[in-house]
């Protein structure tokens, strides 16, 4: 059994550009209300719903902070008048193959002809190139009604008429329509309007209703293409059936048969086709080993990657043109490439940035442009500038790979695995191990800024790798040069910390790393250097000691000036009273904290002007009392305070006899490594 998906099944050019306008503009945040059903899927029309997309049936139902889209099937002159009347803003999603037909029309009907319309009188679309005719008009949808016409508007054999088509009117039809009007009617002007889209997708579906047992159509029940899809197949194929979800698909149907097609109308999103094959495989897996899928990725399925590399890969030199602009909006700019035809460059097809046409694009200008899609029967192309300038970029990005050139570009995506940065138009991918220039910085402080990156490697397909950390390295090393050449024990730098560790803090000083161990971040003790400093401070540091092999570098962050004992020494005498914070006690005293970092002792014999068994009894942690600085001795980083001297004696008798006491416990005091006081003070 073998099952074969159309070449063309699925969104056609003009329902996936209005699809991708309504996406861009919820994405945008903007307020978003469709006029009618953006395209004819119930399942689609329910997500953007999801989205909070209202479907509206008038302008009068826009609200005024919305955006009113104008489906691809397109609307009559009046609509439009209609919008601007309420004050709605509008984006206008027509197909540019409608909105040629609308020109003609209005032009031709407008020079007199009366205008012939092939199609579904009832369809939106001829609703629509209707509402843009000013003379007589009339609609035909079978090669009887033709002739019934004809026969009942004789003048219409001689009077001047033109003929256009509805875009999804059935090819054969129109061909027999045609025949019969160079016959008849002398003065006839035929437009041939119906969308190649169509016609190849039309075309297509016969080919492979004759070649298939089983035919399955998938589309909305109200798609008019996919209603004509269903009746091009079934008149190939009596197992024809018309399905819109995969949960309607019938095991009966592919009984006994050796091959089934399947086709989808141009409103199908890719999701549903997916899931249809998907379930058709699981249904037939089980009753046949040798299940062979014929499936072909469409253009809405490609990831961007496969997209761009099927678009560039299928150009040639004739598509290249060079176009002059005639008009520009928003989002579309329309260009005449000469030999009759208009062409339309998109926003997105414009450049791979971000741009405001309407300041970068002027009537007059001229474009080298890539002819994406042309129609010769409408007169119309899809252009791109974007594919143009790819083109043209590619040959530079050959070429840079070969010389080793740093390239500059913009990071427009953080994927997975990587970013992806656009130069010259092109696309480059940087794995994320090239990225960065360590595996820890992150990738999505990337997204929008300008880098400088390598080619590191030319894929197969015009695919190109790129590496920014090639570049940073480089220019790291080309610092790390520079700041070793220059820098000498005692230089004042400022850098920037990288990293903090439980020992120290690493500074950048210019390209070079350089540690400030904890001890030298503050004079006070401290048990993480993240009490002083943050990951990203700017610091001024200065160059303790080099070691020009291992490549070493100790600076120290803590000034001379900041240090507290010179700050002491500067600002107090013996004998000054002061007023201090009891920090710590101990069974000999208290420590009192006369500035940050400098703590001076008051003996238990100097707490009080009576006896005191222990410090707490008369002082608590905190508390700040009144004390006078009875000796310093800065080599030992020792100050005796006294309580005591400030009070009047109590009794006397006993204070000497506790003096004597208090100079052997001093003389104890003075004899042990402050270190050790401190640290039993703390106990
Ligand atoms: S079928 Fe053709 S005319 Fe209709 S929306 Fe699609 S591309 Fe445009």
Known sequence: MKITLAKTAGFCFGVNRAVQMVYDLVDNGEKVCTLGPIIHNSQMVEELKSKGVRVVNSPDEAKLDETLVIRSHGVGKSTYESAEKVG????????????????????????????????????????????????????????????????????????????????????????????????????????????????????????????????????????????????????????????????ELVADWFLNANNVGVVAGASTPAGIIKEVIKTMSEILQPVDEQLEEVVQKSFEEMTDEEAFEASLNSLTGEQKVCGTVVAVNASEITVDIGRGVTGYVSAEEYSSEPVDLLSEVKVDDKLNLIIMKISDQEGTAMLSKRRYDAIAGWDNIVAAKDSGEVLHGVVRDVIKGGVVVYCNNVRVFIPASQATASRNDSLEELKGTEVDFRI??????????????????????????????SIAVGDRITGTVKSLTSYGAFVDIGGVDGMVHISELSW??????????????????????????????????????????????????????????????????????????????????????????????????????????TAVDLEKKRVSLSIRVLLEPEVVEEAVAEDEVVATTEEAVAEAPVEEVAEEAAE
């Open 456 to 485: 590191i490697e030319i894929g197969r397909g015009r695919r190109a790798v790129g590496s920014i950390r090639s570049v940073l390295r480089e220019a790291r090393k080309e610092a790390e040069e520079k700041v070793w050449a």
């Open 524 to 629: 006070n003790r401290i048990k993480n250097p993240a009490e002083v400093v943050s990951v990203g401070d700017e610091i001024e540091v200065y160059v303790k000691a080099l070691d020009t092999e291992k490549k070493k570098i100790s600076l120290g962050y803590k000034k001379a000036e900041d240090n507290p004992w010179t700050i002491f020494q500067n600002n107090y005498n013996v004998d000054d009273v002061v007023t201090v914070k009891i920090v710590s006690m101990t069974t000999y005293g208290a420590f009192a904290r006369i500035i940050p970092g400098v703590d001076g002792l008051i003996h238990i014999s100097q707490i009080a002007n009576k006896h005191v068994a222990k410090p707490q009894d008369e002082l608590a942690i905190g508390q700040e009392v009144e004390a006078k600085i």
């Open 88 to 247: 709605v803003k509008v984006c206008d999603a027509t197909c540019p193959f409608v909105a040629k037909i609308h020109k003609i029309v209005a032009e031709q009907s407008a020079a007199g002809d009366t205008i012939l319309i092939a199609g579904d009188e009832a369809h939106h679309e001829v609703i629509g190139i209707i509402g843009h005719c000013v003379s007589d008009y009339y609609v035909f949808s079978s090669e009887s009604e033709l002739e019934n016409l004809i026969e009942n508007h004789l003048e219409l054999k001689e009077n001047p008429i033109s003929v256009v088509s509805q875009t999804t009117f059935n090819a054969k039809k129109w061909e027999n329509a045609q025949i019969f009007l160079k016959k008849v009617c002398t003065n006839a002007k035929i437009f041939d309007t119906i969308c190649s889209a169509t016609s190849t997708r039309q075309r297509e579906a016969q080919e492979l209703a004759r070649s298939n047992d089983v035919m399955v159509v998938i589309g909305g029940r109200h798609s008019s293409n996919t209603a004509k899809l269903f009746q091009v197949c079934a008149s190939f194929c009596q197992n024809t059936h018309l399905i819109e979800t995969a949960s």
